[in-house]
């Protein structure tokens, strides 16, 4: 059974970073791209961050561009999002997905709750 | 970015009937358009990929259709299980881009 299970979330003031983890089980974890969705309380999904299977490439869109870093180990099946320079509008629950850019999200974790207040 | 339009935004039915959501695409997404459920305490399930293809284990009473630009979703003989947000996502441009969301509540 594929599980992908999200942590790190919390309350956090502007300006200052968090680092979100996703441990990936079910499935060969070095084969698929992973994806970072976000939904802010009461408004639709958003993509934030993609990476391919190896890690060598990355991708975002320009809303988090040059804050949020995605990165992956692929020895420990865990997929990460360091935040930096929070907003106020990057509060969401953020979602852990199997999937890329170019194919639907198979798989989703519960997400973890960022709240970026101060 | 590709914009989706997903309507009604809610949609009040009761178990039993059969419902129908839209999702239009700002430009063509040839068939490539899939459809998710959210429900409280659960993750997202994909329930159909490629427009028209039921993801494994996604009940027969579900079916999509479309291509292009005009996307329906219908669910046949509601259950009360069904009962939950649905939200439509284009995967044929870079970035990825969702619908809005259309809430399918209980009348």
């Known amino acids: 059974e594929v599980q992908l299970v999200e942590s790190g979330g919390g309350l956090v003031q502007p300006g200052r970073s968090l680092k979100l983890s996703c441990v990936a089980s079910?499935?060969?974890?070095?084969?698929?791209?992973m994806t970072w969705i976000r939904q802010a309380p009461g408004k639709g999904l958003e993509w934030v961050a993609s990476?391919?299977?190896?890690?060598?490439?990355?991708y975002y869109p320009d809303s988090v561009k040059g804050r949020f870093t995605i990165s992956r180990d692929n020895a420990k099946s865990t997929l990460y999002l360091q935040m930096n320079s929070l907003r106020s509008e990057d509060t969401a629950t953020y979602y852990c997905?199997?999937?890329?850019?170019?194919?639907?999200?198979?798989?989703w974790g519960q997400g973890t709750l960022v709240t970026v207040s101060s | 970015d590709v914009q989706m339009t997903q309507s009604p935004s809610y949609l009040a039915a009761s178990p039993g009937e059969s419902v129908s959501i839209s999702c239009k695409a700002s430009?063509?997404?040839?068939?490539?358009l899939a459809w998710y459920q959210e429900k409280p305490g659960k993750a997202n399930k994909l329930l159909i990929h490629?427009?028209?293809t039921l993801q494994s284990g996604t009940p027969s009473r579900f079916s999509g259709s479309g291509s292009g630009t005009d996307f329906t979703l219908t669910i046949r003989s509601l259950e009360f299980e069904d009962f939950a947000v649905y939200y439509c996502?284009?995967?044929?441009?870079?970035?990825?881009?969702f619908g809005a969301g259309t809430k399918l509540e209980l009348k």
């Open positions: 996502q284009q995967y044929n441009e870079y970035p990825p881009t």
């Open positions: 079910g499935f060969t974890f070095n084969n698929y791209w």
């Open positions: 997905t199997r999937g890329g850019t170019r194919v639907s999200f198979a798989y």
């Open positions: 990476i391919t299977n190896t890690g060598g490439s990355t």
């Open positions: 490629s427009g028209s």
């Open positions: 430009k063509s997404i040839s068939n490539n």
